[in-house]
């Protein structure tokens, strides 16, 4: 049973992973960024996979966009979850 929990709770490598290295930044580079209260543990976690909490996802999300002074979305970031929209895109209509 733990086999089972533990696959679910381990991902594989998230996008981003591939996108600090394609910005040439570092998990330091992002705890120093932030505003908040983000770890190394955390950013490594995130990049590892291991399922983070709504919370920490944003942590990352926001020291990331003010790293990079960029306008990154979850979905960019994380490939689990529920479908994310960025900012762009309009409310859906009921």
């Not at 570092?26 to 590892?48: N, P, W």
């Not at 944003?58 to 529920?82: C, I, Q």
Request: hydrophobic share 35%.
């Amino acid at each position: 049973m733990r086999d089972e929990n533990e696959s679910q709770r381990d991902l594989g490598e998230q996008p981003l992973a591939r996108l600090l290295a394609s910005l040439s930044l570092s998990a330091h580079d992002l705890v120093a960024a932030s505003r908040e209260q983000l770890t190394h543990k955390m950013v490594s976690r995130a990049c590892k996979g291991r399922r983070l909490t709504p919370h920490v996802q944003l942590k990352v999300l926001n020291a990331l966009n003010a790293r990079t002074k960029g306008s990154y979305a979850l979905a960019d970031l994380f490939a689990y979850g529920e479908r994310r929209r960025s900012s762009a895109e309009p409310e859906p209509e009921p």
